[in-house]
């Protein structure tokens, strides 16, 4: 890993655990530069590189890139393989998972309707709000008042919300449903 990189993982440690890029003279202590001119070569190098850019009044802000996450290669998951090395991209999780910002949220979920689409208690679903959705979807609905995480399917008698655990019954609506949005990717954080 060459210094840029190591002094970017610092910045991006420090923006992740504070939320604001550091002074000149904090950025100069924190990533070991002997001067200011040290950290303004730094900086516009970063800049040139996408990952910084400079707000109004002059101050360095992180531009989307920084938070882009390098993408180091593929990992079967069946038998090994030799590793690849690192690759040359790096995204975003929103350039990946989000493509409409104003109309993506995130929901918690809660149970374990959904195991069986990969979906698990304590995951966070990434929503697109949308008011339509087509059959198959995996939506966030308002049925009868009350939001839940299912298939959206339809048969002779209407719409339904189908789980993907054998265990839970299929839900049709007593008096309204209401798509709220369709999931288009989660998260979770394992335990470490």
Same mark, same amino acid.
């Given at each position: 890993?060459?210094?840029?990189?190591?002094?970017?993982?610092?910045?991006?440690?420090?923006?992740?655990?504070?939320?604001?890029?550091?002074?000149?003279?904090?950025?100069?202590?924190?990533?070991?530069?002997?001067?200011?001119?040290?950290?303004?070569?730094?900086?516009?190098?970063?800049?040139?590189?996408?990952?910084?850019?400079?707000?109004?009044?002059?101050?360095?802000?992180? &531009?989307?890139?920084? #938070?882009? @996450? =390098?993408?180091?290669?593929?990992? *079967?998951?069946?038998? $090994?393989?030799?590793?690849? %090395?690192?690759?040359?991209?790096?995204?975003?999780?929103?350039?990946?998972?989000?493509?409409?910002?104003?109309?993506?949220?995130?929901?918690?979920?809660?149970?374990?309707?959904?195991?069986?689409?990969?979906?698990?208690?304590?995951?966070?679903?990434?929503?697109?709000?949308?008011?339509?959705?087509?059959?198959?979807?995996?939506?966030?609905?308002?049925?009868?008042?009350?939001?839940?995480?299912?298939?959206?399917?339809?048969? &002779?008698?209407?719409? #339904?919300? @189908? =789980?993907?655990?054998?265990?839970? *019954?299929?839900?049709? $609506?007593?008096?309204?449903? %209401?798509?709220?949005?369709?999931?288009?990717?989660?998260?979770?954080?394992?335990?470490?």
């Amino acid at each position: 890993m060459d210094r840029d990189q190591e002094r970017l993982g610092i910045l991006q440690d420090h923006v992740a655990a504070h939320g604001v890029l550091p002074s000149y003279a904090g950025m100069a202590e924190l990533l070991g530069f002997r001067s200011k001119a040290g950290v303004a070569k730094f900086s516009g190098r970063m800049v040139d590189r996408g990952l910084l850019r400079k707000a109004p009044g002059g101050q360095l802000a992180p &531009a989307p890139a920084f #938070f882009a @996450r =390098p993408l180091v290669g593929r990992s *079967p998951a069946g038998f $090994p393989s030799p590793a690849d %090395e690192l690759l040359e991209d790096a995204i975003t999780i929103d350039d990946y998972l989000v493509d409409h910002p104003s109309r993506t949220v995130l929901v918690l979920v809660r149970g374990d309707s959904m195991i069986g689409a990969g979906i698990q208690d304590g995951d966070y679903v990434v929503v697109e709000r949308r008011e339509r959705a087509e059959p198959g979807s995996i939506v966030v609905a308002i049925v009868d008042g009350e939001f839940t995480v299912k298939y959206l399917d339809r048969d &002779a008698k209407g719409y #339904f919300l @189908r =789980p993907a655990n054998p265990h839970f *019954p299929t839900i049709r $609506p007593k008096a309204t449903l %209401e798509i709220f949005g369709v999931v288009v990717g989660l998260f979770r954080k394992y335990p470490s």
